[in-house]
């Protein structure tokens, strides 16, 4: 499988950004996928999951309320849209995919697949 991120920029905080990753190379409705980040000097993080048919989703705390994942299987592409951004929402951000069909991990270590990142900057 081949990840690929994109849609990244330059924000003002409270603006909104769409972040897309295209898949590749396997069946794509048979991956869970998700959304991380890291910032600078700082750990990878957890930001949010989605199952292969779109019906469930997890959020880290932190953009709970703010971000949304989808996905469109025809498409083989999941998205992240991010509203209301703060500065500290900056960092490189990159999509990880699962072959599962059960669970939506938070674990980066449990995801088989990632694309390079797509880089957003939030300026407060």
């Known amino acids: 499988v081949q990840l690929q991120a994109s849609g990244g920029g330059l924000v003002q905080a409270g603006g909104s950004l769409r972040i897309s990753c295209a898949s590749s190379?396997?069946?794509?409705?048979?991956?869970?996928m998700g959304w991380f980040r890291q910032a600078p000097g700082k750990e990878r993080e957890f930001v949010a999951a989605?199952?292969?048919?779109?019906?469930?989703?997890n959020y880290a705390d932190s953009v709970k309320g703010r971000f949304t994942i989808s996905r469109d299987n025809a498409m083989n592409t999941v998205y992240l849209q991010m509203n209301s951004l703060k500065p500290e929402d900056t960092a490189v951000y990159h999509c990880?995919?699962?072959?599962?069909?059960?669970?939506?991990?938070?674990?980066?270590?449990?995801?088989?697949?990632w694309g390079h990142g797509t880089q957003v900057t939030v300026s407060s």
């Open positions: 989605i199952s292969w048919s779109g019906g469930s989703t």
């Open positions: 190379g396997d069946t794509f409705s048979s991956y869970a």
């Open positions: 990880a995919a699962d072959r599962r069909r059960l669970g939506l991990p938070f674990i980066s270590s449990l995801y088989s697949y």
